[in-house]
């Protein structure tokens, strides 16, 4: 899909020689002035030393630039790791004729490494020549680490009776867990909005999108999802998500934050089956998270769904033991698609293992539980466990 531009945005990559060799591992992406920017970070206490600087950041100024590192985490570092973080957003200030904080910095890779400083600096004389409009494709795969493809969405939708743009990229196959963002992402539109109605925007978008998916139940230290509205649309402001231009870019958010989420669960390390974990009739929200959490989260059934094998008593199990208060056990139903495997408490009389192999084989597919006490439901989406899963994080630091 070709990313549609979006007027005063650029973007550059660049090989830095941070941790992979011949590769694109640097990214900048340019803001015009007066853009607007909202961004959700992990909720991990040991936040990465740039999710310390770019909040500080964020909180005194408008950013002009992104500066976003693959290969390094720059977590775990203590003080020399915000010391680092800090001194690469002076350097690029420095350069690039702004105040330092409005540099946000970003970087995903390997925990416990101090990051090398000088490569990153460096580089950022051919990362402000290069800047261009069309550069997102070469950012999405540059901020890759353990992704096998890169991760791009883009929308079209109406503001103001004009063609509004939204672009955006993703990165994240492992370390995947819902709370904040679990991942790094970046969206831009070209539409003019107020800062309090895009960070709205932008939660309500992450909490039914990237906080509702789950590869292997870690959360990261370095999560980031970023929304900046350029201005150069020049519609009147957009200051309530209530209007109809507030909703048009609100489903746009939405319908990209979820196109980038499916993604990165589709991509999960070693992953075979993308798994749409659907509760249902819950008496609130929260409890049918829970049990969707237990399932989506739960090694047994993870590894039942790579072996494409209906062992419904692991998720049974799980349901069991979501924490469920007073659940009444022959109200609950279980179903792998349209297929009925559970139901009275035990395995449905017209249950044939036959046809919840034939489900399961299938590359996507959807697990349901009806709990049968109430009008409440929860979805997350989440995949396989294989043995590339293991190998892949076995070997990230080889």
């Given amino acids: 899909m070709m990313l549609p531009i979006i007027s005063g945005v650029r973007v550059a990559s660049v090989a830095a020689g941070i941790r992979y060799p011949g590769r694109d591992d ?7 002035a007066g853009a607007i920017t909202a961004a959700t970070f992990t909720r991990n206490a040991f936040c990465a030393a740039p999710v310390t600087v770019a909040r500080a950041h964020l909180a005194v100024a408008a950013p002009r630039f992104l500066l976003v590192n693959a290969g390094n985490a720059n977590a775990g570092t203590g003080e020399r790791g915000l010391a680092d973080a800090r001194a690469c957003c002076a350097a690029l200030a420095n350069l690039a004729g702004c105040e330092i904080e409005q540099v946000l910095p970003f970087s995903t890779g390997v925990i416990g490494d101090d990051l090398p400083v000088d490569r990153v600096t460096e580089h950022l004389p051919d990362a402000l020549a290069l800047l261009a409009d069309d550069g997102w494709e070469a950012a999405s795969r540059a901020i890759m680490t353990t992704d096998t493809v ?29 709370d904040m963002a679990t991942m790094l992402a970046f969206l831009v539109t070209n539409a003019t909005v107020s800062q309090e109605a895009l960070q709205h925007c ?7 999108s990237f906080n509702c998916i789950s590869i292997d139940g870690d959360t990261s230290t370095n999560d980031a999802c970023v929304l900046s509205a350029a201005g150069t649309l020049n519609n009147s402001p957009i200051a309530t998500l209530d209007g109809v231009d507030g909703a048009s870019l609100f489903d746009a958010v939405s319908a990209v934050c979820d196109d980038l989420a499916t993604a990165i669960v589709r991509d999960g390390e070693g992953a075979t ?24 989260h739960s090694p047994l059934v993870k590894t039942a769904l790579f072996a494409s094998d209906p062992n419904w008593g692991r998720i049974l199990a799980a349901v069991g033991r979501a924490g469920v208060q007073d659940l009444a056990i022959d109200r609950v139903r279980i179903w ?7 139901s009275a ?19 996507s597919f959807g697990i349901r539980v009806s709990l049968g006490r109430g009008d409440a439901k ?9 043995y590339d899963y293991v190998r892949i994080n076995a070997e990230y630091r080889s």
């Fill in 273 to 296: 089956k993308l798994v749409s974990v659907q509760v249902t009739e819950a008496r609130s929200a929260l409890e049918a998270r829970a049990v969707a959490d237990t399932i989506a």
């Fill in 345 to 363: 408490g035990g395995r449905d009389l017209g249950y044939e293992e036959a046809e919840g192999r034939r489900v399961m084989a299938q590359q």
């Fill in 378 to 386: 929860a979805r997350v989406l989440t995949c396989d466990l294989s």
């Fill in 202 to 208: 932008l939660s309500q978008a992450v909490d039914s």
């Fill in 26 to 32: 640097l990214v900048l992406l340019s803001l015009p």
């Fill in 336 to 342: 792998l698609d349209d297929c009925l495997l559970v």
């Fill in 150 to 178: 890169a991760k791009t969405a883009a929308r079209r939708y109406l503001v103001d009776g004009r063609e509004a743009r939204l672009v955006g990229i993703a990165k994240g196959a492992g370390m995947i867990r819902p």
